[in-house]
Nanobody, 120 residues
Framework: QVQLVESGGGLVQAGGSLRLSCAAS????????MAWYRQAPGKSRELVAL???????SYADSVKGRTTISRDSDKNTVYLQMNNLKPDDAAVYYC??????????????WGQGTQVTVSS
């Protein structure tokens, strides 16, 4: 069973920074894609940033220039460094993984979510 465990959320002042981490554990062949999504109250879940196993990266327009996604393949961990945080960045942040659990079988997994609160 694959699990994604997030950490690093919390309360930060506007203009501050946070670094989120998500570690994948369990038995699997490889990680195909890892991403961060977020969901604010009353809004749908949206993609924040994505990184593939080839290190292709994409960002939502709303976070470009302020956010960096990276991964440590040895630790099966993805990071989201967020700078110059704005009140609109406040949300529950979810880690997502598209993981090859056995050869040629990909499955989607989600973390439990971590709260990011930005005070103005």
């Amino acid at each position: 069973q694959v699990q994604l465990v997030e950490s690093g959320g919390g309360l930060v002042q506007a203009g501050g920074s946070l670094r989120l981490s998500c570690a994948a554990s369990g038995s699997f062949v490889r990680i195909n894609v890892m991403a961060w999504y977020r969901q604010a109250p009353g809004k749908s879940r949206e993609l924040v940033a994505l990184i593939t196993d080839d290190d292709d990266i994409s960002y939502a327009d709303s976070v470009k220039g302020r956010t960096t996604i990276s991964r440590d393949s040895d630790k099966n961990t993805v990071y989201l460094q967020m700078n110059n945080l704005k009140p609109d960045d406040a949300a529950v942040y979810y880690c997502y993984g598209n993981i090859e659990v056995v050869r040629r079988t990909l499955r989607d997994y989600w973390g439990q979510g971590t709260q990011v609160t930005v005070s103005s």
